[in-house]
Each structure stands twice: as C-alpha cells, then as structure tokens.
C-alpha cells in the first residue's frame, strides 16, 4: 500500500475542510459550499466530455487506473542490476545456454522473455528490437491511463468556469433585489470551485503519480534490456556493473557496490 498517496489525498481535502470551518460561520460555512445543480454541471459534465474523448472501455480502464496509485510498485533498480551481474558471472563461467536454468528462477516476465531469446541465440540486434518494442507498447498502455487524467484535470476546471458563466448570466438578468446579489454570485462560483477541485485534488495528484511509477518501470526495463544485451556480448561482469550502474544516483552507486564487495 502506498501511504504517500494515501496521506497526501486525506491531508489536501482535510485542509480543504479545515479552510471552510476555520471563519465566522463555522460548521454552518460546509453548506455553503454544497450546492446540488453546481455540481451536477460540473461533475457531470467533466465527466460527459471526458467519455466523449474516449472508448466505453478505455474510459473504464481510465477510471480503474486510480487504484493503481495506491499500490506500491515493486522497482528494485539495485536488486536487478545485482541479478543481472550474477546471471553475467553464470553466461561467462559455465555459457550462455547455463542462463536457461537461471531464467527458471526469475520472476519478471520481460526480463525471463530476453534471457529465453539470449538462450535461443537470437541476433543481438533482433533481441533489442523485440524488448523495446513491448517497452514501446508498455510505455503506450500507461500513457493512456495518465493521458485519461489529464484530460479529467482539464474538463473539470472547464466546466466549473461554464458553470460560473451559467449562474452569472442568470443573476445579472435580475439586479433589482441588491440582497440576493451575493449569494447568486456565491452559488455561480461554486462551480469554479469544484472544478478546481477536480483538477487539483484529484486528477493531477492521479496523473502525476501514474507518471512517475511509468519512468520509473521504464528506466528499469532499460537497464535490463543493457544489460542482457551486455551479457549475450560477452562482457565482462565487472563492466556491466559500471555500465548499470550510469543509471543511479551516485548515492545509490555506493550501495551497490558495498553491497558487492560484502
């Protein structure tokens, strides 16, 4: 579970809420911010133009996707470049053709599928191909996903503006009565308010952590894809460390070799 998630969402809305009860309405300022037609419009039609941007399904699985941030990837950058150095010590005592065995073992897919086509002696460059095309097309698959809460992000502050404009046309067709001229222009910037809230409690925390999670599975797959290359030429593991090693921050380059030299 990741907690920064978890946290961060609790903790925006409930200074949000703390931001309408700290004035001098107190719990009575809550209503005031509840308004059932401003957030028909807004939510309604944030959710409207987003599902006329997309496929029935692919709005689904756009939806679906939030709970995504709430898991804790499992990137352990050092773990498999460890893993991979100890597949290039198997490649260069005992041969490519040991690393079958070795591949039975692994418990990521991508990687176990590059060993399986070292193993079969594919061409290193059809090797390469093959791997960064399913990074391609996995890249593809997340960017749909945060691409979907972008475009949440950029209808919700939209509709809460034709919202505004909505109640704006509807008091200024009335201004005899000076009295009911704050609270109509109140209610008409409600809508501006929950657009807002869409866009910056929900959708841009969403996309922002989907994005991040994407880089990070990406640089990974990188690194293995250098570095199964670097076995299947034969290099030698001590090389492939420092060539893996480009991919960390110089902090955790020291751990990594503390952690080989132990």
């Given at each position: 579970m990741d907690l920064a998630s978890i946290i961060g969402l609790i903790l925006g809305f409930g200074l949000m809420v703390f931001g309408m009860l700290n004035s001098a309405f107190g719990v009575t300022g809550l209503?005031?911010?509840?308004?059932?037609?401003?957030?028909?419009?807004?939510?309604?039609?944030?959710?409207?133009?987003?599902?006329?941007?997309?496929?029935?399904?692919?709005?689904?699985?756009?939806?679906?996707?939030?709970?995504?941030?709430?898991?804790?990837?499992?990137?352990?950058?050092?773990?498999?470049?460890?893993?991979?150095?100890?597949?290039?010590?198997?490649?260069?005592?005992?041969?490519?053709?040991?690393?079958?065995?070795?591949?039975?073992?692994?418990?990521?897919?991508?990687?176990?599928?590059?060993?399986?086509?070292?193993?079969?002696?594919?061409?290193?460059?059809?090797?390469?191909?093959?791997?960064?095309?399913?990074?391609?097309?996995?890249?593809?698959?997340?960017?749909?996903?945060?691409?979907?809460?972008?475009?949440?992000?950029?209808?919700?502050?939209?509709?809460?503006?034709?919202?505004?404009?909505?109640?704006?046309?509807?008091?200024?067709?009335?201004?005899?009565?000076?009295?009911?001229?704050?609270?109509?222009?109140?209610?008409?910037?409600?809508?501006?308010?929950?657009?807002?809230?869409?866009?910056?409690?929900?959708?841009?925390?969403v996309a922002g952590k989907l994005s991040a999670n994407n880089d990070e599975e990406i640089q990974l797959k990188e690194i293995m894809i250098e570095g199964l290359l670097s076995i299947q030429a034969g290099e030698?593991?001590?090389?492939?460390?420092?060539?893996?090693?480009?991919?960390?921050?110089?902090?955790?380059?020291?751990?990594?070799?503390?952690?080989?030299?132990?």
């Amino acid at each position: 579970m990741d907690l920064a998630s978890i946290i961060g969402l609790i903790l925006g809305f409930g200074l949000m809420v703390f931001g309408m009860l700290n004035s001098a309405f107190g719990v009575t300022g809550l209503s005031f911010f509840l308004h059932f037609p401003s957030a028909l419009i807004t939510f309604g039609g944030t959710i409207g133009a987003v599902l006329a941007s997309y496929s029935m399904k692919d709005f689904l699985a756009g939806i679906k996707s939030i709970g995504l941030i709430f898991k804790m990837p499992n990137f352990d950058t050092v773990g498999i470049i460890k893993q991979i150095i100890d597949l290039s010590n198997v490649a260069r005592k005992e041969g490519l053709l040991a690393l079958e065995e070795s591949a039975n073992n692994l418990e990521d897919p991508f990687m176990k599928k590059g060993i399986m086509l070292i193993v079969d002696g594919t061409d290193p460059e059809l090797v390469r191909g093959i791997l960064e095309a399913e990074l391609v097309n996995i890249d593809a698959r997340h960017q749909k996903n945060i691409g979907f809460w972008k475009q949440v992000g950029a209808m919700g502050p939209a509709w809460g503006m034709i919202g505004t404009l909505i109640g704006l046309v509807l008091m200024l067709q009335d201004l005899s009565d000076p009295d009911s001229i704050g609270p109509n222009m109140s209610t008409a910037l409600i809508t501006t308010f929950y657009g807002s809230f869409i866009a910056n409690w929900l959708s841009a925390p969403v996309a922002g952590k989907l994005s991040a999670n994407n880089d990070e599975e990406i640089q990974l797959k990188e690194i293995m894809i250098e570095g199964l290359l670097s076995i299947q030429a034969g290099e030698n593991p001590r090389v492939i460390e420092e060539k893996l090693k480009s991919f960390l921050a110089p902090g955790v380059r020291d751990s990594l070799s503390e952690g080989g030299e132990g």
